[in-house]
Structure formats: structure tokens, C-alpha cells
């Protein structure tokens, strides 16, 4: 079967930072792509970040410049990097890997508040 846990969530105040990590395990042939989707308070979820399997990136405008996806194949991790974090950013945060199939880890809240 295949796994994400996502961590590093949390509360944090604007202008902070956290990083988010998803592990991934079992069994995934080919991975064309994994990504970072948020769902804030009476929103639909949305794309934040996503990474291909040759390493190329795609961000939305209104985080482009303040998060970064990457990964560490080694580790079977990808990572979001969040700075300077708003208000707005608040929402609950799912790793999604594709493989042919859509896989998706059980989310993790991330509060941004003074």
C-alpha cells in the first residue's frame, strides 16, 4: 500500500516561517509528480506547489517567491518551505504524489495568526 504523512504543521505568527514534510512509502513504479494543495476556510482546494520528476517546479502567484518545494529522493520526503507567511495562508496543507494514480496524505493545519 502506499503511505503520506505530512508534518510541520502548526501555528505560527505573520511573517514566519515552517517547513512542511511528507514522507511517502510502499510500493510507487514512476512518479511523474508531487505537489503541495491547500484548502483554507471556504475555499476549494488549491495548487501551491508542485515538482516534477526531472526536478522542474510550478508556483502560483500568490506564493511564488515565498515557498519552495523540493525533495530528497533518498529520504522518499518532499518538503514546502514557507516564508513570510500571511494571514491568508491559513488552511490545511496535502501532499499529493502522481503516479498514474493520485495519491494524497491526510493534510496537516497550518494557522497563521498574531
Known amino acids: 500500500q502506499v503511505q503520506l504523512v505530512e508534518s510541520g504543521g502548526g501555528l505560527v505568527q505573520p511573517g514566519g516561517s515552517l517547513r512542511l514534510s511528507c514522507a511517502y512509502s510502499g510500493s510507487i513504479s514512476s512518479i511523474t509528480a508531487m505537489g503541495w494543495y491547500r484548502q483554507g476556510p471556504g475555499k476549494q482546494r488549491e495548487l501551491v506547489a508542485f515538482?516534477?520528476?526531472?526536478?522542474?517546479?510550478n508556483y502560483p502567484d500568490f506564493v511564488r517567491g515565498r515557498f519552495t518545494i523540493s525533495r530528497d529522493n533518498a529520504k522518499n520526503t518532499v518538503y514546502l518551505q514557507m516564508n513570510s507567511l500571511k494571514i491568508e495562508d491559513t488552511a490545511v496543507y496535502y501532499c499529493w504524489v502522481g503516479a498514474g494514480n493520485a495519491y494524497w496524505g491526510q493534510g496537516t493545519q497550518v494557522t497563521v495568526s498574531s
Open positions: 515538482i516534477t520528476s526531472g526536478g522542474n517546479t
